[in-house]
């Protein structure tokens, strides 16, 4: 009991060393201030907390989930047995049972019985432009306030975030691993004001976290690609290791739907890039652009399955019917949507999209900046709100919303059998004190430990033995 109590306030510990890891790295002073504090108090418990620097370890009482238990059809609970995980050259290369005999000889820490959960993926954010890191500033009324004032505001903006931008991204990257993401893809502005700035800033954060977070690039001509006439720096912006052309609102800010989406397009054709467009519009222009997206991709087969639809509101719009069969086209072409499970007026069908076979991912879009100040960073959370917006409250419900927070990446299939973690796969998950991951999805707990490739990137864990 003692044990218990002292190990829980050390966890809550750990947790707040995660925030000062943070706040360490928005200063520019990542390293030692959360290494030295974690090794601190509480490490007579099993051992000490270290940095996990081997690339040849076992992690022992790792909580993984066996099973549905089943009350005639209903899932009722999740079955779960601890393991041992031996991790080498950052995959999975085996998983002990609880009582097995264990290689001898190698560096062993202790998960504690925590449960792991799959790496969660932020495929939806701007870690170019934000106030996280910096002093609390709340954005400006948006009442009557149309895109286009939002884009007037950036004008005069940008150049206030460029000189910090570096630390603020990565102060972002250190939120969003110690809520278990090690992968994203973040937007980034190309517009007349920055120039190729934002995106020169964004790589210099991601090349001092190439081992420890994976991020694509999205090149978004936040200004307009016609409006703001920067088809020549979007096309720079692809030789600088962009990975997707980016787009938005063709209608409202570039007046022009058919000609901004070819000139975009154009840009993925010639560079043999995909596309990830942020559409907002609601009026029948916005369906009227889906529409022309998906006979584009049609068209063109290079760019099958490279095509994101960021946000697409206009889908709200649609009856059943029209919906199904825009649904059916978007699978068909690959096309992807990404939602930040939006709440208020906007109810977005996902769930009949992914039923159509449409893959849905989830991101934060915002953590705190001049759109919006409420943003987590927690994948986690984007599941939470799925459930509860869709009736996912039963246990089997709540364990598959994870699923848009992971890539699709379950611990259990549809049928109750263990889909994850297998041997051979990339060792990339993050520890909480669940029971299963319905609980987890529900309940929202700490994340202690994040784990990608292998490599420990945020919290801690003990070391029993070296
Ligand atoms: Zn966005």
């Known amino acids: 009991m003692l044990q218990n109590t002292v190990s829980q306030s050390r966890r809550s510990f750990l947790s ?13 002073l990542a390293g030692g201030v959360g290494r030295e504090a974690r090794a601190a ?70 998960a504690d019985g925590q449960l792991a959960l799959p790496i969660m993926r932020d495929m939806h954010i701007h870690l170019d432009k934000t106030f996280y890191g910096g002093p609390w500033q709340a954005p400006l009324p948006r009442q009557g306030k149309t895109i286009m004032d939002m884009i007037a505001l950036e004008e ?61 690039i999205v090149a978004f001509p936040q200004h307009g690609l016609l409006h703001s006439k920067v088809d020549g720096l979007m096309r720079e912006a692809m030789q600088m290791g962009v990975d997707y052309v980016g787009g938005l609102d063709p209608t409202n800010v570039d007046g022009a739907m058919e000609k901004s989406l070819d000139a975009m397009f154009q840009i993925a054709l010639d560079t043999g890039k995909g596309v990830d467009i942020h559409l907002h519009e609601t009026s029948p222009a916005g369906v009227a652009a889906i529409t022309y997206m998906i006979d584009t991709v049609e068209k063109n087969p290079a760019l099958k399955g490279k095509v994101t639809i960021s946000h697409a509101f206009a889908l709200t719009t649609l009856n059943s019917g029209a919906l199904e ?8 072409n690959g096309m992807s949507i990404a939602s930040t499970v939006p709440i208020g007026g906007l109810m977005m069908p996902l769930p009949q999209l992914s039923k159509a076979g449409v893959f849905v991912m989830t991101g934060t879009d915002s953590v705190i900046d001049h759109w919006s100040p409420f943003g987590s960073g927690d994948m986690l959370e984007k599941a939470n709100l799925y459930a509860q917006l869709y009736r996912g409250s039963d246990e089997y419900h709540l364990s598959r919303s994870l699923a848009i927070s992971t890539g699709g990446v379950l611990p259990l299939d549809d049928k109750g059998n263990r889909a994850w973690p297998k041997v051979g796969d990339e060792a990339g998950f993050t520890l909480t004190r669940a029971s299963c991951s319905a609980e987890a999805v529900a309940r929202l707990p700490v994340r202690s430990a994040t784990f990608h490739k292998g490599r420990l990137v945020s919290g801690g864990v003990d070391k029993v033995s070296s």
């Open 16 to 28: 707040r060393t995660g925030q000062l890891t943070t706040a360490a790295a928005v200063a520019g």
């Open 41 to 110: 108090p509480g490490n007579c418990l099993v051992g000490e907390t270290v940095n996990v620097k081997e690339t040849h370890y076992l992690l022992s009482d790792v909580r993984l989930e066996e099973g549905f238990e089943k009350d005639a059809a209903i899932v009722v609970a999740t079955s779960t047995a601890l393991y041992t995980l031996e991790i080498k050259d950052g995959k999975i290369a085996a998983l002990h049972p609880k009582g097995a005999a264990l290689p001898q000889g190698l560096p062993t820490y202790a």
């Open 156 to 216: 005069k903006l940008l150049p206030t975030l460029l000189p910090t931008s570096v630390e603020r991204a990565e102060g972002l990257i250190a939120l969003l691993q110690s809520k278990g993401s090690t992968i994203a893809r973040s937007h980034c502005n190309i517009d007349p004001v920055s120039g190729l700035k934002s995106l020169e800033h964004l790589k210099l954060a991601l090349d001092k976290h190439k081992d420890d977070f994976v991020c694509e």
């Open 325 to 332: 069969e825009t649904a059916v086209r978007l699978a068909a």
